[in-house]
C-alpha cells in the first residue's frame, strides 16, 4: 500500500521534533555519565514505556544490562547472576589457656553483593517529549524520616561547577545542533538571498475597528512611509515601523499606503492602545519579500561563517519574542506541539530536506531558549540555584 506523501511529511516533521528534544536530554546524560554522576533513567518520549534498557554496570554502559517491555521477547533478555561475596571474619570470642591467648576461631560468611543498579534507557508511547532523571540524595523511611546520603556521584552532592555542566549541557547541545542543521542546510541547498520590494506587506488586521481598518488599509495593501520615515521592505523595517507607531504617543500617524498596484495615498490613521499595552494601529506587517536566490557557498569556510551568522540571529530573534512573551503577553510567535509539527510537515512537504534542516535549527534554537529561562523545572530554573551557591559559597537547601 503506498504511503501518501503528506503523511510521509508528517512523520519527517514528528521525526525532527523528537531527535531535537532527545539530543537535548542526551546533552544532559553525557555531561553526567562523563564525570562519573549516577544517573537513573533516560526516556525518549512520554507516557507508558514500550520498550526499556537496563544497564547493568552502574554507570550507564549498554554492553550488558536487561532488556524489558511489551516488545521484548525472552530471547532478547540477558541475565546476570551475581555470585554472593564470601569475607573472611573473625569472631567476637577467643579460647583462652593459662592466662594467654591460644586461638582466634576464623569462619566464612556470606555476604550479598548488590550490584548497582545501571541507568535505565526507555522508549516510550508519545514521541513528544523525553527526559533525564538523577537519584535523590536523601531517602525517606516508613516512619518519614529523611536520611541525607553521602554518596559523591549523586549530582546533588557534587559541586556547584560539576553541577553547572550537566546543567548547562542541553542547551549547549541546542545551540551546536541549529548550528549543525544551518550549515547542513547552505551546504546543500545554497545560502539564501532574499530581494524585497520597498514597503511592508498588510499580512491582517488584529482589530476590525482598529484605526488601520477604520482608514480603509486592507490586508494585502503595502505601507510606503510612515510620519514620513520610509520603510524598507526587510524584516528590520517591521520593528521599525512599531516603533514609529508606538512613538505616536495617541496622536494619528500619517501613513502612505499603496493598495494593490495603485498609486499611493496617505492617509491619516488613529493609534489606540492594544491588548499589548503599546499604542497600535491593529495591524499584522510582514517582509515585502519579491523572490529569493540561492547560491553556493564558496568553501566550508564561508558556509560555518553564515551558519554562524544565522545561528546568532535566530537566537537573538526568538530571546525577543520571549521577552515580548513576558512583558506584553503576546502570543503570536507561541505555538504549541501540535501546530509546531504541522508547520514541520507543510515545510518537508513544500520545499524538501533543505529547508526541513532549517526547521530543525528554529525548533532546536527555540528549545535552547526556553530552556535557559529562569523558571522553576526549567534548565535556566536550575542554574538559578547553581550560580547561587557558586556566588555565597554556601549549599542551598533545595
Known amino acids: 500500500m503506498p504511503v501518501e506523501i503528506g503523511n510521509l511529511a508528517l512523520l519527517a516533521s514528528l521525526g525532527v521534533l523528537t531527535t531535537v528534544i532527545t539530543l537535548h536530554e542526551v546533552g544532559h546524560l553525557v555531561a553526567a555519565l562523563s564525570q562519573g554522576i549516577k544517573v537513573e533513567a533516560f526516556s525518549v518520549g512520554l507516557g507508558p514505556k514500550l520498550l ?6 552502574g554507570k550507564g554502559g549498554l554492553l550488558k544490562g536487561k532488556l524489558s517491555g511489551p516488545f521484548s521477547s525472552p530471547e532478547n533478555v540477558e541475565e546476570k547472576i551475581v555470585e554472593p561475596e564470601k569475607k573472611e571474619v573473625k569472631k567476637a570470642t577467643s579460647i583462652w589457656a593459662w592466662g594467654k ?11 550479598e553483593k548488590k550490584e548497582p543498579e545501571g541507568v535505565e534507557y526507555a522508549l516510550r508511547a508519545l514521541p513528544v517529549g523525553g527526559y533525564v532523571s538523577f537519584p535523590n540524595n536523601y531517602e525517606v523511611d516508613e516512619d518519614g524520616v529523611v536520611t541525607e546520603l553521602d554518596d559523591p556521584d549523586l549530582l546533588y552532592n ?8 550537566v546543567v548547562a549541557a542541553g542547551v549547549v547541545v541546542n ?11 547552505v551546504t546543500t541547498g545554497g545560502i539564501v538571498q532574499p530581494h524585497y520590494q520597498p514597503g511592508l506587506l498588510v499580512n491582517q488586521l488584529t482589530d476590525p475597528k482598529g484605526g488601520a481598518a477604520m482608514a480603509g488599509i486592507q490586508p494585502k495593501d503595502v505601507l510606503l512611509t510612515i510620519n514620513g520615515n520610509s520603510l524598507a521592505g526587510d524584516s528590520t523595517s517591521v520593528e521599525r515601523a512599531v516603533k514609529l507607531i508606538r512613538a505616536s504617543e ?11 498596484g495603485s498609486q499611493p495615498k496617505t492617509r491619516m490613521v488613529q493609534t489606540a492602545i492594544g491588548t499589548s499595552g503599546k499604542y497600535t494601529v491593529g495591524v499584522l506587517l510582514a ?3 519579491e523572490s529569493v536566490d540561492r547560491r553556493t557557498a564558496d568553501n566550508p569556510v564561508e558556509a560555518a561563517g553564515v551558519a554562524f551568522k544565522e545561528t546568532a540571529a535566530l537566537s537573538s530573534k526568538t530571546f525577543d519574542s520571549f521577552l515580548r512573551l513576558a512583558s506584553t503577553g503576546q502570543t503570536e510567535d507561541v505555538s504549541g506541539p501540535v501546530e509546531i509539527v504541522k508547520v514541520g510537515a507543510e515545510v518537508a512537504r513544500s520545499e524538501g530536506p533543505s529547508a526541513l534542516l532549517q526547521f530543525a535549527a528554529v525548533i532546536s534554537v527555540n528549545l535552547a531558549v526556553i530552556n535557559s529561562l529562569p523558571v522553576p523545572g526549567l534548565d535556566g530554573g536550575q542554574m538559578v540555584f547553581v550560580l547561587a551557591e557558586i556566588v555565597s559559597g554556601k549549599k542551598l537547601d533545595r
Open 52 to 57: 526499556s534498557y537496563r544497564a547493568a554496570d
Open 101 to 111: 591467648k591460644k586461638e582466634e576461631k576464623k569462619e566464612e560468611v556470606v555476604v
Open 158 to 165: 557534587r559541586g556547584p561547577f560539576s553541577r553547572a555542566i
Open 175 to 185: 545551540f551546536a545542533l541549529a548550528w549543525a542543521c544551518i550549515f547542513g542546510s
Open 250 to 260: 495617541g496622536k494619528p500617524v500619517a501613513i502612505e499606503v499603496a493598495h494593490q
Open 287 to 289: 517582509p515585502n519579500l
